[in-house]
């Protein structure tokens, strides 16, 4: 995953560099931003503001969110509002642009494949089958300002709703006129120009081999995002396979292709994640081609033979 490599301070006369921390979103939260006195403390505050609003309503651990109560009423229909429709749009699309890798109706399998049990237990090729029935973006209704589940489905925005975070928070920095910031959610990361007196924001690349500890670091310049995904923290074993936390609804099943991490930079946080993410589960040979379709999208894959990655991505890479 990218982790924030540590900043020099800044020279005697560069502004000083304030940072923003918090929990939120299942994660650790840092902002780090240059703005001083009364203009940080109202970016700060409305920075806290917003994730906690945005949690509260979309996060399906919060028995009171929009998602939960969807949920809860599957089966029935559900009335919602402007903003929940915007991200049930994000839901469609990305289904249509991953060809049904990233699925807000997965959590089901999810939760079939609970890893975070003491002793996770192995599914049954009949339980995968019977919940993958629960699972599919096409099976959702929808009519003007109301959603239905089929009975049994649910919604989860967790495959993407932290970098939609991210980078809603860069954009009220920029309102707030903090032109140098740096917004890191769980290391889903979004930089706008660059820290005190450093031409670039330097972001490490981990280690999937020794979590922890990075492998290199790359520069965040101007306005960009990036986003790590990889299976080697969470998952477990049974009978001597591994089986990590990345599901592809397709199948029902996790992804057992031979990758350890993609990490993607691009244009914002969130396409940096939804790229990562599918890419991981293509594989990095399709993958590398997926990214590839998005320009100015530059990806770095780690597999258990070796590594590849777009042509550009090595211009991004510092020591």
Not at 250 to 265: A, C, E, I, K, S
């Amino acid at each position: 995953m990218p982790t924030l490599a540590t900043v020099p301070a800044p020279t005697a006369s560069s502004p000083i560099l304030r940072e923003l921390r918090f929990a939120a979103l299942g994660t650790d939260c840092f902002v780090r931003h240059t703005l001083q006195g009364g203009a940080a403390m109202a970016f700060e505050t409305t920075v806290r503001s917003w994730v906690e609003n945005f949690e509260a309503r979309y996060s399906r651990f919060r028995p009171t969110s929009i998602v939960s109560q969807i949920n809860a009423s599957a089966g029935s229909w559900v009335a919602v509002d402007a903003e929940t429709e915007q991200l049930l749009d994000v839901c469609a699309a990305l289904h249509r642009l991953t060809d049904g890798i990233l699925d807000a109706t997965a959590g089901p399998l999810m939760r079939l494949w609970n890893y975070k049990q003491p002793s996770p237990v192995l599914p049954s090729v009949q339980e995968i089958a019977a919940v993958r029935r629960l699972v599919g973006w096409p099976l959702v209704e929808r009519r003007a300002g109301a959603v239905r589940l089929q009975p049994g489905m649910s919604l989860d925005f967790g495959g993407w709703g932290k970098e939609w975070a991210v980078d809603a928070v860069a954009e009220l920095a920029r309102q707030h006129g903090a032109h140098d910031t740096l917004v890191d959610f769980g290391h889903d990361i979004r930089g706008l120009g660059k820290p005190p007196g450093r031409p670039a924001w330097h972001v490490g690349l981990e280690d999937p081999a020794a979590p922890g500890t990075h492998k290199a670091s790359v520069a965040l310049t101007g306005d960009s995002g990036i986003a790590s995904s990889g299976d080697y923290l969470r998952g477990f074993t049974r009978d001597g396979r591994r089986y990590g936390h990345i599901i592809d609804p397709r199948t029902g099943w996790p992804v057992d292709n031979g990758m350890r991490q993609v990490t993607v930079l691009a244009e914002n946080c969130f396409l940096a994640g939804v790229l990562s993410t599918t890419a991981f589960v293509l594989g990095p040979h399709v993958g590398l081609d997926f990214i590839q379709r998005f320009p100015g999208a530059e990806a770095h894959f780690i597999t258990q033979t070796g590594i590849a990655q777009t042509r550009g991505f090595w211009n991004h890479v510092v020591t």
